[in-house]
T-cell receptor, first 113, second 113 residues
């Protein structure tokens, strides 16, 4: 049973560039949530996708956008990268009904220079 | 706004010592509570969870946590820690119909052999 997978593992980008991160949910899960984890901090919720629509969004600017595909996989896009976007980006999958128990992928480490 | 507070940011113990990590949350309604662990170089793993029922929940690797509603607390305990418990521990809360998890800042535990 495959768990949550994310790609790439590491990424280095320059300020102003755009980046796309990818996530495949755990088998049987239909909901994907994205989190940003800065060094020394707990994860911060970016948004959640279910049935190809953004269901809930955290306090992140519109530079952060996402997409969910019919196979439930998801992408996180960040435009106009800032140095402060450097972080570990975590994808979590769950079922689309309470209690929304989430399973996490290994994350993508994004470094913006 | 919902928030989670973890009292101990860094804990150092010797093997066989007892562990208790504090977690308090602010939310007046129904909550789901979680403790996640992140071992060095690994992704977040669910340690234990509380949804309803018995407020004393047992998780993997000998960990347990007690939900005390009147104190808005969900403290993590282990009677005797091992060197392999060295990791980052995160408390997370999901409140009401909210789909996102709210996270504490994490507690870094170092167990000396």
């Amino acid at each position: 049973d495959a768990g949550v997978t994310q790609s790439p593992t590491h990424l280095i980008k320059t300020r102003g560039q755009q980046v796309t991160l990818r996530c495949s949910p755990k088998s049987g899960h239909d909901t994907v949530s994205w989190y940003q984890q800065a060094l020394g901090q707990g994860p911060q919720f970016i948004f959640q996708y279910y049935e190809e629509e953004e269901r809930q969004r955290g306090n992140f600017p519109d530079r952060f956008s996402g997409h969910q595909f019919p196979n439930y996989s998801s992408e996180l896009n960040v435009n106009a990268l800032l140095l402060g976007d450097s972080a570990l980006y975590l994808c979590a999958s769950s079922l689309g009904q309470p209690p929304y128990e989430q399973y996490f992928g290994p994350g993508t480490r994004l470094t913006v220079t | 706004a919902q928030s989670v507070s973890q009292h101990n940011h860094h804990v150092i113990l010797s093997e066989a010592a007892s562990l208790e990590l504090g977690c308090n949350y602010s939310y007046g309604g129904t909550v789901n509570l979680f403790w996640y662990v992140q071992y060095p170089g690994q992704h977040l793993q669910l340690l234990l969870k509380y949804f309803s029922g018995d407020p004393l929940v047992k998780g993997i690797k000998g960990f347990e946590a007690e939900f005390i509603k009147s104190k808005f607390s969900f403290n993590l305990r282990k009677p005797s820690v091992q060197w392999s418990d060295t990791a980052e521990y995160f408390c997370a809360v999901r409140g009401g119909n909210n789909r996102k998890l709210i996270w504490g800042l994490g507690t870094s535990l170092a167990v000396n052999p």
